[in-house]
């Protein structure tokens, strides 16, 4: 084959950094080092305040990654989850749509912006303090480390009605969360290594009751894709009709950031539908098996796609700033 022409390759490479723009916008303002000259010790103050909220309470890892994950799909990573609601304005945090975010989680982004900005006020934005922190919860809870990307701006606005449609549900089929995850950037891979993150944390029986109770599903018997076991083991968390109960993820490692997910997966031990899909779906499943086989390769594919959800609507410019407080506009 010829050797493409010099021209020819600068417009290639030209026209791929235009398209991986375009799916990530404002992206390519993001800097590891972002903040080396402005906030030098930024992560590690964050990371000190992490350390400290992950000592009081282990709710502190999934609230905060699960935080990180809704801020970046609605409305872009800006930091606008964080803004509590006003009398004039319903919050995204507060969408009628209940999202369930733990508090431990918008505590911890609240008490490192703080001390963030005792160092270095009116400096570091609290959708990147919230990066910083949601990468410092996975390292710390035996995920895999790796550097951040800096630079986000915060939103200007944080409305509960912008939330619809943009978050997947548990009960999609593979399609569907497919289609929520294309619609930010993020593609099958993304997917299926950002799912991990429900390595850690807790659900509401609410949300995964109709793979149990044929009665939520007229003439439809126990989801056949649930271990039985385990089928079980979830209707004593979750008598029926009962509370709406808060049930450990992943039994196995709660309070591990690991690829337990995956070998949960394999043996029916999925909690939520759009968990146990990774394994039914014919896709996605030779990418669980392979996550489920290697640590190495599971922090890989964890790590670049945390980076990946990082970039996802970045605000740079006149459509942002930095907040001197993560939960009010200045
Ligand atoms: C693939 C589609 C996803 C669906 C359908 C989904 C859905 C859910 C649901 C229903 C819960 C339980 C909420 C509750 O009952 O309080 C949950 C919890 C959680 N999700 Fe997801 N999620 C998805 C992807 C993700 C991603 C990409 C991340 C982060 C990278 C994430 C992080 C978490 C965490 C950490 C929790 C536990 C929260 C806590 O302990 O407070 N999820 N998710
Ligand atoms: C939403 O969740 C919060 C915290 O779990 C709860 O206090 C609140 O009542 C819920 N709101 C609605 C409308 O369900
Ligand atoms: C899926 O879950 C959402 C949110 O919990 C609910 O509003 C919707 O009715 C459910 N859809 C189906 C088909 O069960
Ligand atoms: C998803 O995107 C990443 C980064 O561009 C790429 O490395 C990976 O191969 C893609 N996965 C699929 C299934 O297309
Ligand atoms: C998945 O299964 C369907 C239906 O059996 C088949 O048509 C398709 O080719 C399979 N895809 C892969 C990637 O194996
Ligand atoms: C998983 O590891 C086992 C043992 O090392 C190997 O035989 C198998 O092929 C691996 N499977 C995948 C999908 O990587």
Redesign the pocket.
């Known amino acids: 084959m010829a050797r493409p022409r010099p021209s020819v390759v600068v417009l290639a490479v030209a026209v791929a950094v235009a398209v991986a723009s375009l799916a990530q916008p404002g992206a390519a303002d993001l800097k590891l080092d972002y903040y080396a000259s402005t906030c030098p010790n930024a992560e590690a103050i964050v990371r000190g305040v992490v350390q400290q909220r992950l000592q009081a309470t282990i709710?502190a890892?999934?609230?905060t990654?699960?935080l990180?994950?809704h801020d970046c799909f609605v409305e872009g990573c800006d930091g606008s989850v964080l803004i509590e609601s006003t009398p004039g304005n319903q919050a995204e945090k507060d969408a009628s749509d209940n999202?369930?975010?733990?508090s431990?989680?918008f505590d911890t982004v609240r008490s490192a912006k703080a001390a963030v900005e005792a160092a270095c006020p009116d400096t570091v934005s609290c959708a990147d303090v919230l990066a910083i922190a949601a990468r410092d919860a996975i390292s710390m809870s035996g995920g895999p480390f790796f550097p951040v990307e800096l630079g986000r701006l915060d939103g200007l606005s944080s409305t509960a009605s912008s939330v619809p449609g943009q978050?997947?549900?548990?009960n999609?089929t593979m399609d569907q969360?497919l289609a929520?995850?294309k619609a930010h950037g993020l593609n099958m891979s993304d997917?299926v290594a950002?799912?991990a993150?429900?390595s850690?944390?807790?659900?509401?029986c609410?949300?995964f009751a109709s793979r149990l109770y044929s009665y939520q599903l007229p003439g439809q018997p126990t989801d056949p894709t649930l271990n039985p076991k385990y089928a079980r083991f979830l209707e004593s968390k979750c008598p029926d009709g009962g509370p709406d109960n808060?049930v450990l993820?992943d039994q196995a490692s709660p309070a591990q950031f690991d690829n337990q997910y995956y070998r949960n997966l394999q043996d029916g031990g999925g909690l939520?539908g759009?968990d146990q899909l990774l394994y039914t779906d014919n896709r996605t499943r030779p990418m669980v098996d392979s996550l489920a086989n290697s640590t190495a390769a599971f922090y890989r594919a964890l790590a670049d796609a945390?980076v990946r959800?990082g970039r996802v609507g970045v605000k740079s410019g006149r459509r942002g700033n930095v907040r001197k407080q993560c939960d009010v506009f200045n």
């Open positions: 709710r890892v999934g609230s990654v699960r990180f994950f999202k369930s975010l733990a431990e989680g978050l997947p549900e548990a999609q969360l929520v995850f997917l950002l799912s993150a429900h850690v944390g807790l659900a509401h609410s949300k808060l993820m939520l759009s945390v959800l």
